[in-house]
């Protein structure tokens, strides 16, 4: 596995500002409040550096929903 790097200030608001939208709209889905999902995003992948294809949660799903879903990111 590389290195992780601390990322600057400007790094980690560019992180927050392009996970926001996809994390209220599932807020508006699940009910789950925009800031946990992007709190346990960062957690879980290192503010965007381990996270494999936008995978921030580290969930693993070869069907072929998940493959249409994976493409229209």
Known sequence: MSEL???TKE???AFIAFIA?????SMKATGVPASVTMAQ????SSWGQ???GY?????K???EKAKL???LL
């Open 21 to 25: 939208p996809f994390a209220q709209d």
């Open 50 to 52: 381990k996270a494999d």
């Open 11 to 13: 790094e980690r608001a």
């Open 5 to 7: 790097k601390t990322l």
């Open 55 to 59: 995978n921030y949660f580290g969930i």
């Open 69 to 71: 879903i994976r493409e």
């Open 41 to 44: 995003a960062i957690l879980e």
């Open 61 to 63: 799903n070869w069907s």
